[in-house]
């Protein structure tokens, strides 16, 4: 475990806290005006290997960018200090809000001007809380003002992949949104998960890189309700496509002729998961640990009830699950973000379908 002491004057930051995998939706927005929860666990944090927030630079040579790991033209870059650590709001201490630091928020704090916590023993700029509207509320350690220490306690290892399959935390497809109140007060609608979504747009980015610009068929049921609609719509048409399936710890070893595999990543360490042989060779397009789980093992809806039965007579009265009202969008700025930091947007085919996604405002795919 470690503590994030002040690198001006060595005062404690946060709580004890254990490192974790960045989640796939912590650059995301989401929504226009949703009150959305906090990005980490408490206890946890984890580093965002990119930069974050401003200054902005909207002037890159294309050899900087690609030194930065970015191999297809972008809006603008940040130009703030990689490697920032993202924690829960409530494991924050020994810090004080920076007023004339507010940014351009609506609702609450979007970090867009720079650190808006100072340490309150030194007062140096120390982190960004960020809690407006559409976005995960989460405070992010600048790099070059905390420094992490070592703490006693219990290292526990990470669980293991036989252990996550059976413990591991399903992220449910539906949840509702609840949004900034109004005269009427706080509102709620039915939506897609908006993790969902933003794991959606990653593993799009990386379906699109396995398909070589070939089709792509996924399995049915729920996976093709998220994949199948946007992979058709951006590849072309016609046959052999090319298989994906899903795959990973407690499932039926797949064909060694499948190109494509659904895999989970680790939650704690961020490592995907890796067959053996003969599908080594199979491109692993990584999932969160909670979507996948649900995707290979769906809660199913119970029509009656979980003990006993309803008598053969007897109406139902119990309510239906509450479904969104339209089709599945992955996240079109998670998308982006991961298509153009992969070596193979280079190819001029992929190259073409991100220039028109860029270009387009539609919102049916995304």
Partial sequence: ?????????????????????????????????????????SGTFAVDP???????????????????????????????????????PGDIRGTRL????????????????????????CDLPVATRVDDCSLWQAVRLSPDAVHRVPVDGIHAAPLSW?????????TPPF????????????????????????AAGQALAHLLVASQGQPVKVPGGLTADVFQRALDALLPAGAPKQRAVLAGPGQPFPDAGVDILLVPVHPQTGRT???????????????????????????????????GRIPQDVLRDEPLPLLPDYLFRADRETFLHTVVRLPAVRSPWLRTIVENLTRSTSADLF
């Fill in 273 to 307: 998961w890796t067959p053996a042989s003969p599908t080594a060779s199979a491109y692993l397009v990584p999932l969160p640990l909670g979507v996948w789980l649900w995707l290979v093992s769906p809660q199913p809806y119970l029509p009656v009830p979980a003990s």
């Fill in 175 to 198: 949840e509702p949104i609840a949004t900034w109140g109004g005269r009427l007060g706080s509102k709620h609608y039915w939506s897609w998960s908006p993790q969902w979504e933003a």
């Fill in 1 to 41: 475990m470690y503590l994030f002491v002040c690198a001006g004057c060595g005062a404690e930051l946060t709580t004890p806290l254990s490192q974790v995998s960045l989640p796939v939706h912590a650059r995301q927005r989401y929504g226009n005006g949703a009150r959305l929860p906090v990005l980490m666990e």
């Fill in 98 to 121: 920076i007023p004339e630091k507010r940014g351009g928020a609506c609702c609450g704090l979007d970090g867009a001007d720079g650190p808006n916590m100072a340490c309150e023993t």
């Fill in 162 to 170: 036989s252990e996550l399959a059976e413990k591991g935390e399903k």
């Fill in 50 to 88: 990119d930069p974050w927030g401003g200054p902005w630079r909207d002037e890159i040579e294309p050899g900087e960018a690609e030194a930065r790991g970015i191999y297809a033209p972008v809006y603008a870059l940040s130009g703030s200090t990689p490697g920032a650590s993202v924690i829960a």
